[in-house]
């Protein structure tokens, strides 16, 4: 049974996602070292970097699809390390990913009741053969996809394939498939990667909405300064896979080691 004991933060507020000297390594190369982050109930976090800093190996250790060489992974005070990523999952970590992965030849209700689906009461047997208690289900689920979407203000394309969806869109799906299952924690790789301003914008907006909305602790990688400065309040920076600076945000931002590993000397 996994070693479980909620975490507080001086200020009281819980600790939601806690790394113990995280680390992996390929071979002879480290390719996360000694990464230490504590991110609190609501916090909006950012993880930054330089291209191949780490950041989403990091990602990847949080949510299972890697094991760690030695460190420790805490989720509300729950030792997951080593767990698989659909168990993390049902425990309340859910992500998105640089590259959109969207299920492109369902609609767009479809890809949420997916999210929902490890929420399902119903056994297997009454799905196959699907008895009133899994149509019953079947129609909550579709009522509560048909509610998430209403958050995102993607309903009115609920029955778009969502391949057909403006890229923009897509983006935001992603995320509200994510968030359709009930995360503690939401991590969000690169969500502005190939947006416009408007959409970019529009996004910030989205993020800042979601986390007032449903009190939700998010960690997102991104490289667009102006989306990281506008919306996170605390900041690690990664480079060469350990960390080169954390804190509040502005004041990482005007380090002058961040600056260098961005822009160069």
Same mark, same amino acid.
């Given at each position: 049974m996994a070693e479980s004991k909620k975490l507080y933060a001086e200020d009281g507020r819980e600790i939601i996602i806690k790394t113990d000297h995280l680390c992996i390594q390929f071979g002879g190369l480290k390719a996360v070292d000694d990464v230490n982050l504590e991110i609190k109930q609501g916090e909006l976090y950012g993880l930054i970097g330089p291209n191949g800093a780490g950041k989403t190996t990091v990602f990847n250790l949080l949510t299972g699809v890697y094991k760690p060489t030695y460190g420790k992974v805490y989720l509300c005070g729950e030792n997951l390390t080593g767990k698989a990523p659909a168990e993390v999952n049902k425990k309340g970590i859910a992500r998105t990913f640089q590259n959109i992965r969207l299920f492109n030849n369902l609609t767009v209700i479809e890809n949420v009741m997916v999210g929902l689906a490890n929420q399902i009461p119903c056994s297997v047997f009454t799905s196959v053969v699907r008895l009133p208690g899994h149509k019953k289900s079947e129609a909550e689920f579709?009522?509560?996809?048909?509610?998430? $979407?209403?958050?995102f203000k993607l309903d009115e394309f609920k029955?778009?394939?969502?391949?057909? $969806?403006?890229?923009?869109k897509q983006r935001k799906l992603?995320?509200?498939?994510a968030m359709a299952t009930n995360p503690k924690l939401l991590l969000l790789d690169e969500p502005a990667a190939g947006m416009n301003p408007n959409e970019t914008q529009e996004l910030m907006d989205t993020i800042t909405f979601i986390r007032e909305k449903y009190n939700i602790t998010i960690l997102l990688i991104e490289h667009d300064m102006r989306l990281v400065g506008g919306i996170c309040e605390k900041l690690t920076v990664l480079n060469f896979g350990t960390e080169l600076a954390k804190g509040e945000t502005s004041e990482v931002l005007a380090n002058p080691e961040v600056i260098k590993a961005y822009i160069g000397e």
């Open positions: 579709y009522e509560k996809a048909l509610e998430i $979407l209403k958050v029955d778009y394939l969502a391949a057909n $969806l403006p890229y923009g992603e995320i509200a498939r």
